[in-house]
């Protein structure tokens, strides 16, 4: 069993916490876009989910206009607001996905004495297709938005499929 999974309750929920580098484009997309699938689902007691950047650049901002241009084509609502992953939330959550490798490097060296390694994850190692990195749509046009979007679309769902088993009611 990988180390991340364990028996989910509403009494003890799950805590995921998606990371990006400025929590304004990726990571709210992955949060938004797991809340909407964990509500579709009737799970929403089940989870406590947040997202996160590395660096503090935007802090207290909401996710990027293109972020939630194309979140709201899909019918889904992203509600974060950008805050920096602290060394605290290494033990609050029982996973950490990482949009990108540095992003996930960054969380490794967080951990310097290596408590904490087995939540730490690349989001894509969920992505039923593809493996690697979320590609940072922050400089590209509304097509990269779109392409950040179904990638975590499907990693998300992938992601969810793989809790659910996990839950006791």
Do not use: W
């Not at 990371?19 to 509500?39: Q, Y």
């Not at 947040?50 to 293109?66: F, P, Q």
């Amino acid at each position: 069993m990988n180390s991340y999974l364990r028996t989910i309750t509403k009494e003890d929920p799950y805590k995921l916490c998606f990371v990006c580098l400025g929590n304004i484009c990726r990571s709210p997309t992955a949060e938004g876009l797991f809340i909407h699938k964990v509500k579709e689902a009737g799970l929403e007691s089940f989870f406590y989910i947040d997202s996160a950047g590395t660096a503090a650049y935007h802090v207290g901002e909401g996710a990027n206009s293109k972020s939630q241009a194309t979140a709201n084509q899909h019918g889904v609502h992203l509600p974060s607001r950008a805050r920096k992953f602290e060394y605290p939330d290494l033990e609050e959550f029982d996973l950490i996905l990482a949009m990108d490798f540095q992003n996930f490097t960054d969380l490794l060296e967080m951990d310097k004495k290596e408590k904490f390694r087995g939540k730490i994850s690349m989001m894509r190692n969920f992505d039923p297709i593809e493996k690697g990195n979320v590609p940072d749509p922050y400089y590209g046009g509304l097509q990269g938005f779109e392409n950040v979007f179904q990638i975590l679309d499907r990693s998300t769902e992938a992601l969810l499929n793989e809790l659910k088993p996990h839950i006791k009611e």
